[in-house]
Nanobody, 124 residues
């Protein structure tokens, strides 16, 4: 079975940076697109970023574009989310997700494997 484990969350002041990591196991990591989503209390889970099978193709939500960078290291079966210039509105539980296909997608239902989530809190 596929397992995804996020790490790297924490508390940071506005304007600061964090790097999240998602370690994958259980399937051929390099064949599948990956994504990051987040969910704040009382809100729906929302798309943050996605990366295609090779890492050459990426796509970001407008709210994070220019501040966040998604990347992957297929040799390490790990996906990263570098978060810069963090804002209080970025506060959420961040989830790593594995897609059923190879291409970038923003749709939650295209992702069939999910990590446990890691808390990111950005103070004012």
């Amino acid at each position: 079975q596929v397992q995804l484990v996020e790490s790297g969350g924490g508390l940071v002041q506005a304007g600061g940076s964090l790097r999240l990591a998602c370690a994958a196991s259980g399937r051929t990591f390099s064949s599948y697109a990956m994504g990051w989503f987040r969910q704040a209390p009382g809100k729906e889970r929302e798309f943050v970023a996605t990366i295609n099978w090779s890492g050459a193709g990426t796509y970001y939500a407008d709210s994070v574009k220019g501040r966040f960078t998604i990347s992957r290291d297929n040799a390490k079966s790990t996906t990263y989310l570098q978060m810069n210039r963090l804002k209080p509105d970025d506060t959420a539980v961040y989830y790593c997700a594995g897609a059923g296909g190879s291409f970038t997608t923003i749709r939650l239902y295209d992702y069939n494997h999910w990590g446990q989530g890691t808390q990111v809190t950005v103070s004012s």
